[in-house]
């Protein structure tokens, strides 16, 4: 997504719980700002945990600080599993999974829009869901809840959100070619009308659109990227 973003002319602002991979990430953008606090204008790499509420608001001040503006478009990817049946799953695993995909949303959004909001500029804000929360998933009860969630969210944000010039979308992946997608049977691909998984690059193409002003009159909408699969 970052990729695309700067390709299309975006200066990228990439955070991670993982501080290293989003400083390699500004690296794969030919940043040289691979570090907090880059030259203006130069991509830059933050750490953060998004189900922290501190961490979220430290965050987005950084972002303002370093490019003296809130960011324009927003992108929520942050997400993990914690998979087992139901019969068997913890509270722990249960209340991770929530906190990270969940309310890890709420937070990055809340805190983008409030920005946004009080510097009266417009916006587009897209978090990722999944398929998942539409048709649930084995082992997934926690997945699945979050990312419906996520969609509930983006709805409401986009109700509440458009009169100040903000849209909100959700991006529902199918079955795509990351470490992720690994333990799912593979049995899976022969259920996608495409007949094939996936890349993130179709995941990043539709953000690019939803991010773009050619999305200028779409918000509140959940766009499936599956190949077909529970269409
Ligand atoms: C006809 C197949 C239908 C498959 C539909 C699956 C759709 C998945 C599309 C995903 C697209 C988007 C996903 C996404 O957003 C990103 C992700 O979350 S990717 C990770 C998705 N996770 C899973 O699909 C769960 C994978 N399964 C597991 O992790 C383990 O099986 C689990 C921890 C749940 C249980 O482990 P264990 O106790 O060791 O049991 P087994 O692994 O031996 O499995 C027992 C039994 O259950 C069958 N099974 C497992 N997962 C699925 C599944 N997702 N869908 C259908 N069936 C599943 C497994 O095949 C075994 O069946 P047997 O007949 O007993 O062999
Ligand atoms: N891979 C797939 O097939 C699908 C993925 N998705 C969703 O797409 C998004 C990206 O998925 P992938 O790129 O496959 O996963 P990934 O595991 O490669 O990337 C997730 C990133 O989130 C970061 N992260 C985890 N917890 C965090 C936290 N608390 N704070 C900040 N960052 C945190 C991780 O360090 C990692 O870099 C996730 O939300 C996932 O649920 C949805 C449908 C399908």
């Not at 969940?102 to 937070?107: A, N, W």
């Not at 929360?133 to 409401?156: E, I």
Request: include cysteine; charged fraction near 15%.
């Amino acid at each position: 997504v970052g990729v695309r973003l700067a390709a299309e002319g975006a200066t990228v602002a990439a955070c991670d719980l993982d501080g290293a991979a989003a400083r390699e990430t500004v690296r794969l953008l030919g940043g040289p700002g691979s570090h907090e606090g880059a030259p203006r204008g130069a991509h830059a790499a933050f750490q953060a945990d998004v189900s922290e509420a501190g961490a979220v608001s430290r965050l987005v001040d950084q972002v303002q600080a370093c490019f003296s503006r809130p960011p324009s478009v927003v992108v929520s990817c942050a997400g993990i599993t914690r998979d087992e049946f139901l019969l068997h799953m913890s509270e722990d695993d249960w209340d991770k999974v929530i906190a990270v995909n969940l309310k890890g949303i709420f937070l990055v959004t809340q805190a983008a829009a409030q920005a946004l909001v009080s510097s009266g500029c417009p916006g587009s804000i897209i978090n990722i869901s999944s398929i998942v929360g539409k048709v649930g998933n084995v082992g997934q009860t926690n997945y699945a809840a979050s990312k419906a969630g996520v969609v509930g969210l983006t709805q409401t944000a986009a109700r509440e959100l458009g009169r100040h010039g903000i849209r909100c979308n959700s991006v529902l992946p199918g079955f795509i070619k990351t470490p992720m997608t690994q333990k799912v049977p593979q049995k899976v691909t022969g259920m996608i009308p495409l007949g094939h998984m996936g890349d993130p690059e179709d995941v990043a193409d539709v953000v690019a659109f939803l991010a773009s002003e050619d999305s200028g009159y779409i918000t509140g909408a959940s766009v499936e990227v599956t190949g077909g699969l529970f269409m």
